[in-house]
């Protein structure tokens, strides 16, 4: 849940600064379906990450709904200034993660990748 927490906050952080700050976009991987008892709009995109972890703010995540599609556009990362602080979130290494708010619970509808049109998996939390 904590984790979940920290997410929420570094979704609503980034979402907080300009477009132009943000630039290399990455390509999703996958996504996390919300915990039980989690706000149900809420998932985790998952996307190749940091070696050593990534701070609070630092992804854009956006999507375009359906009532059967969520298309995830390329995620958007910007540098952190010298000025800034960073919660560092942390890292396994190979992935990050940070939440995508939908305006409706995910449910049973199908998320595919804006860039190509791949499917993406939807992994249970």
């Known amino acids: 849940m904590l984790l979940v927490a920290v997410v929420a906050v570094a979704s609503w952080v980034a979402q907080r600064k300009s477009i132009e700050e943000y630039s290399a976009p990455i390509t999703p991987s996958y996504v996390v379906a919300p915990e039980r008892g989690a706000d149900p709009r809420t998932v985790i995109v998952v996307f190749p990450g940091h070696e050593s972890g990534y701070c609070v703010g630092q992804f854009l995540i956006t999507a375009a709904e359906s009532p059967t599609r969520v298309v995830v556009n390329q995620v ?47 992994r249970q939390s």
Not at 94 to 118: E, F, I, M
């Open 76 to 122: 958007k990362a910007r540098t952190i200034g010298k000025d800034e602080g960073c919660a560092d979130v942390g890292s396994d290494g190979v992935t990050a993660g940070d939440a995508l708010q939908l305006q409706a619970p995910l449910g049973n509808r199908t998320v595919t990748r804006a860039q190509d049109g791949k499917q993406l998996e939807v």
